[in-house]
């Protein structure tokens, strides 16, 4: 398993748009991939699941992997993150 705590830069948060970036990246990768906020984790393979987590900018979050490419999976996510979500 391969953790990072990252912190949402971008004002709107997860929401739509950028939820969708992060879900399409996370379906890029074979790991089981999960979203942690507090004490929710939710798949981060799921729009409904991450949309639930009502994620805003300047939150702290947890991304989690746990399979044959976790750290790529977990560093790619964290990359995406820190780009503000540029495609």
Known sequence: ?????ITIQNQVG???R??????QKANEF???IWI??????VNAKSLLGVLSLGIIGGTSVKII??????EAAVNGLVE???SGFAD
Not at 1 to 5: A, G, I, L, N
Not at 18 to 23: G, N
């Open 1 to 5: 398993m391969f953790v990072k705590e």
């Open 14 to 16: 997860l929401h739509a």
């Open 18 to 23: 950028p939820a969708t970036f992060f879900i």
């Open 30 to 32: 074979k790991s089981s």
């Open 36 to 41: 942690e906020k507090e004490e929710r984790r």
């Open 65 to 70: 992997a746990d399979g044959v490419d976790e």
């Open 80 to 82: 995406l993150v820190n």
